[in-house]
Structures are given as structure tokens and as C-alpha cells.
């Protein structure tokens, strides 16, 4: 039976990658070559928009756990991530432009994977499908979905973070160091004084943003809101969030700054800085001038600027079943932020999973279900039970576990850890 994987970004390419090394003949479909969404830009598969960072890698971490689970299953994406790491921490950042040209080479080197540039607009009857279109999907994909769940997208608001070059940061203010000294000095910090926070804060929430065409209600996702969005939940609302001090003392002057913005490098150059938590949705000329208020970038030259842009995400517990499947076509799978899984290890681990359920498919093995003794199992727990008139896209985070009863929270998150090595080892046996 033909396999169609429409879309080619994190969860497109971990499916292709896994079933092609597998032996399975794959088609990949992806509009790039033609045309892009507003998010991308790059010709290379596997692009990273938002944030460089994969997030920690404690191991006792949901993140760190959910990696440690994917390697254990074998999967292409994650390893490459490593083998392209950039110094960021306690956190696995990893070099875009490296990590999405070493994806795209392999994709293009397997000759299991033939390649289409095409806007799908239908589904093949006699074919099994992953869609990981991605949270931008086209007008057509959109249309070819809503004709088999016959209901609308839910939808968010996503944003992604400026980039900096770094020969314009002011290295006489900013500072190497990471919080605690934890992980090596690894972030540039810019230091704030009250009054210097004070003067920024207020610029900041009075600042022009862009107006949003076409959507009534602006959703926002908890987890990557517009600085400005956050600020105006309050003065020190961003101050306790990615501007928080905690654990950070400019050794040059031993004074504690009252604010701090840090700055993650964005390549193995150390060429490009990414602002942390400096997700936007202001105009261009708006964060060129708020954003040199901060010191230390007072010159600062933006090889990015910040962007916002709608997320498509369908009604997961409504359309589909536990193993990600479409419960009006079982032949159709839906894989990454289309499915709501929110982040770039998630979408890795989506499609996977949808991958791992397709061989078994077509081998006449079972399919698999993970249970909630994994990060993975917990993911998809959480999907298939979301209340679907309240719906919203989710992070790998411990709450979605099984529960273990313990006082001492590092003993129970070690536990956590381990749980789940046994469980992915059952599996794998």
C-alpha cells in the first residue's frame, strides 16, 4: 500500500526518515520549491522558525526524558540535533541552518523517498497518509481535511523571537553567564538597572504592534506569548518571567541587576544571538527602538525581526483515535502541531509515533499505545481525553504522567525517569 506523507517539516521528516530506513517506499509532499508559508523561509526541509532551542536536557526533565525516549526508538531528527548543538546551558540548542540542510541531505539521499513539490488539496483513497503540515497549512490542505472531519480548525496565535547580530552587542554591558553557572556561561545578559526596566516596560506595552487581518478572536498560546502581551499582564509580570535575575550577578560591577535579558546564540559561529522569551507581534520600526532600549543593544543590528502568525490545530479528542489516526478515515494519520502537540521535540515525537503505527500497520502488527508511564503515552493521554469544547495545544511536561506518590520531588522525578526507560524498553523488547 503507496505511503503519502504530506508536509516536511519536523514530523514530516522523522516519518519519512523512520520508514524509508525501514525499507518502506515513502512519497513526500511539501509546497517548498514553489512557495512558502509566512513563517519560512528556508529552501531545506526540517526548518526551525521559532526558537533554536529543543529545550533541557536534564534528564529527570519532561524534555530530557521525552529525548531520551525518541533516541531509544530510533529517532533521525533528535541524533542530528546533537551532532548540530550549540552551547546553550542546561538546554539542547541546536545550529538551524545545519540541523535543516543535514535533514534535507538525508531525505534526499534515500532513495525510499521520492519527492513532490505540491499543494495537496486531496487524499488519495488507496493510499495510507501522514499529514504534518504544520500549524500554517495551506487553504488547500485545510479545505481536503474539513471534507473528512466535516468541522472547523481550531486555531492559536504563535510568535517567534528576534535575532541579533552579535558584533552590535555591546559587550562592555552584556555579560557571559548562565543562571546559576549552571551549564557554562553560555547566554550574553543585558542587565537592567529599575529605572532602565521601568523606562523599557513602559515602552514596551504602549508600543504599535501589528494588526491581525482576518481573525476576530486573537488566541494566544500560554507558552510562546508576545513579550508585550505578557508585560501588559503587569509591571513585573515579565520581570518573574524571562526577564527574571534569579541566579544571575554581573561579576564585573557585583551588583544583582534588577532585570535581565538574555541572549541564546543562535549558530556554532556564535554570529547570531536570539532574544530569550522575546517572542512579538509589534512592527519592525517599534521593536528596532523599544528593544535598544535594553542596554547593551543600544546598537543593535536585527537579522530577524520578531513575527506573529496564526497555528492551524484540529480537535484532536473529537477527530481522532489514540493512535492518531482520523476516526473518519482510519487510513489518515495526523502527525505534529496539526495533531496539538506543542513544540519541536513534541512534533519530532508525533511523528514518530505515527511512523512506528504505519509500519505496524502495513507488517499486520498491532499498533502501539504508549502508556502514561512515558512522556510520549502521556502526550497522546492528553489528547485523546482534552475537553473538545475547550481544546488547546499542549507541552511534554510531568503533569501528564501516571502519578508517582512521593514528598521529595527530585526522588520522584528521578522515579519518573526511570519509569519510563523500563516502559520504552518493554516496547522495544
Known amino acids: 500500500m503507496k505511503i503519502n506523507i504530506i508536509g516536511g517539516g519536523l514530523a514530516g521528516s522523522e516519518a519519512a526518515l523512520y520508514l524509508a530506513n525501514r525499507g518502506y517506499k515513502v512519497d513526500l509532499y511539501d509546497i517548498k520549491g514553489k512557495s512558502f508559508t509566512p513563517a ?19 534528564p ?71 499529514v504534518a503540515t504544520g500549524p500554517l497549512s495551506t487553504d ?17 496565535f504563535d510568535a517567534a523571537a528576534p535575532i541579533i547580530d552579535a558584533d552590535s552587542i555591546n559587550t562592555d ?31 514596551l506595552i504602549n508600543a504599535e504592534g501589528v494588526t491581525l487581518k482576518d481573525f476576530e478572536n486573537k488566541k494566544v498560546f500560554e507558552s510562546c506569548m508576545p513579550i508585550e502581551v505578557m508585560a ?29 535579558v538574555q541572549l541564546r546564540k543562535e549558530n556554532v559561529e556564535a554570529n547570531m544571538f536570539n532574544m530569550v522569551g522575546f517572542q512579538t507581534n509589534l512592527i519592525f520600526p517599534e521593536q528596532k527602538r523599544v528593544f535598544r532600549l535594553i542596554p ?30 482520523l476516526k473518519a478515515n482510519n487510513n489518515i494519520f495526523i502527525a505534529g502541531q496539526l495533531s496539538g502537540v506543542e513544540g519541536y521535540v513534541e512534533s519530532i515525537a508525533s511523528g514518530l509515533y505515527c511512523a512506528i503505527n504505519v509500519a505496524n500497520m502495513l507488517s499486520n502488527k498491532p499498533l502501539i499505545k504508549l502508556s502514561n508511564h512515558t512522556i510520549i503515552g502521556g502526550l497522546y493521554e492528553y489528547l ?29 522525578n528521578v522515579l519518573y525517569a526511570e519509569r519510563s526507560k523500563e516502559e520504552i524498553k518493554k516496547y522495544i523488547n
Open 296 to 325: 547593551g543593544l543600544e546598537n543593535a543590528e536585527f537579522l530577524r525581526y520578531g513575527v506573529m502568525h496564526r497555528n492551524n490545530f484540529i480537535n484532536f479528542p473529537k477527530v481522532c483515535d489514540v493512535f492518531s489516526r
Open 40 to 58: 519560512h523561509h528556508n529552501p531545506n526541509y526540517a526548518e526551525i522558525v521559532c526558537s533554536n532551542s529543543f529545550k533541557s536536557e536534564d
Open 384 to 412: 485523546i481525553n482534552a475537553n473538545t469544547e475547550h481544546f488547546q495545544p499542549i507541552n511534554a511536561n510531568l503533569g501528564i504522567l501516571a502519578p508517582i506518590e512521593m514528598r521529595d520531588k527530585q526522588k520522584r
Open 173 to 203: 554591558i552584556a555579560f557571559m553567564q548562565g543562571r546559576y553557572d549552571k551549564g557554562g556561561a553560555d547566554y550574553l545578559n543585558c542587565p537592567m538597572t529599575k529605572e532602565q526596566y521601568l523606562k523599557f516596560y513602559n515602552e
Open 232 to 260: 501588559r499582564r503587569g509591571e513585573d509580570a515579565i520581570r518573574f518571567g524571562p526577564l527574571k535575575p534569579v541566579g544571575l550577578m554581573d561579576k564585573r560591577t557585583n551588583i544583582k541587576p534588577y532585570a535581565v
Open 60 to 130: 529527570t526533565s519532561a524534555s530530557g526524558i521525552l529525548k531520551q525516549e525518541l533516541l531509544s526508538l530510533g529517532s533521525t531528527l533528535l541524533k542530528v540535533a546533537y551532532d548540530v548543538k550549540v552551547p546553550s546551558g542546561g538546554a539542547l540548542a541546536v545550529d538551524r541552518e545545519q540541523f535543516a540542510s543535514k535533514i534535507t541531505e538525508l531525505i534526499k539521499s534515500n532513495s525510499n523517498i521520492t519527492l513532490h513539490t505540491e499543494d495537496v488539496g486531496e487524499f488519495e483513497a488507496d493510499a495510507i497518509t501522514i
Open 140 to 156: 488547500n490542505m485545510c479545505k481536503a481535511l474539513s471534507n473528512v472531519i466535516g468541522s472547523d480548525f481550531l486555531y492559536f
